[in-house]
């Protein structure tokens, strides 16, 4: 069965899970993350999802759910889940030494690096160097994450113009059975484009829909070409719920 012949039959079940990344799948990549905006057919089309009986939408990124608050523009009952599944609004941020050493490591190397930047999460310490010169950045990045895996307890993951060490934490596959677990009986469709994504993929069972949107290794049994692609599948869902 093709994509779209698997979203229509899951499209017309009485229930079901549909999550979606942010950056890359809903929203172009932009060089500052503060400018990101979600395709306007793709967001009206989840707004109108998640108001039909059966159906939970929710926005799973590596963002904190205060950017996604501020940037999504979509409220209750899209269910917003921030920093890979550890932030969901509310709560106080963990207070740890290590995320503090691993912040001040990172800090100097981007003080180092023009165009780069740090970002303090809950639970994690992301190192961005979109708007870095590209060897340049592509080098202390790959330095910064071999420095982190050598830390005891902390979780490094590399995505796009992005490393990103966690303590204490989850992740988006993580969040998918969290998810799942607080639903009806029904199949989970995700679409997601970065590496962070693949936990998501490989969390899926059988009958799910995992969709990679862009080029890369995957665990996804499908993929689109973009933000164009996911907009499309986002429409045959939403055609075949409306039946």
């Keep these: 069965m093709n994509l779209h012949g698997h979203l229509s039959r899951i499209g017309r079940s009485k229930s079901f899970l549909l999550a979606v ?7 172009p990549l932009v060089d500052d993350p503060d400018a990101a905006t979600g395709d ?3 967001m009206t089309l989840l707004a109108d999802l998640a108001e039909r009986a059966g159906i939970t939408v929710a926005i799973v990124s590596g963002r904190t759910y205060a950017d996604l608050e501020r940037l999504v523009g979509l409220g209750p009952p899209v269910r917003l889940i921030g920093e890979h599944g ?16 691993i912040e001040e490591h990172f800090e100097a190397a981007a003080d180092r690096l023009p165009g780069s930047f740090v970002e303090r999460k809950r639970r ?16 202390v990045a790959a330095s910064l994450a071999d ?24 992740h988006k596959g993580d969040a998918i059975v969290a998810l799942r677990g607080e639903l009806p009986d029904g199949p989970v469709v995700f679409l997601g484009d970065d590496t962070t994504d693949e936990h998501a993929f490989r969390a899926l069972q ?20 973009g933000i164009d692609g996911v907009r499309e599948a986002l429409a045959v869902l939403a055609a075949s719920a409306r039946r």
């Design 86 to 101: 550890n932030d969901l609004g509310g709560g106080a941020d963990l207070d740890d030494g290590l995320l503090a050493r």
């Design 40 to 42: 306007p057919t793709s």
């Design 147 to 170: 420095w982190a895996l050598g830390l005891p307890d902390v979780v490094v993951t590399v995505g796009k113009k992005v490393v990103e060490a966690a303590v204490d934490s989850v």
């Design 206 to 225: 059988e009958g799910d829909v995992g969709v990679k949107v862009g080029e890369g290794p995957t665990a996804a049994d499908y993929r689109v070409g």
């Design 124 to 139: 994690t310490v992301a190192f961005h160097h979109r708007r870095a010169e590209e060897e340049a950045g592509e080098a």
């Design 21 to 27: 990344d942010f950056d890359g799948t809903l929203a």
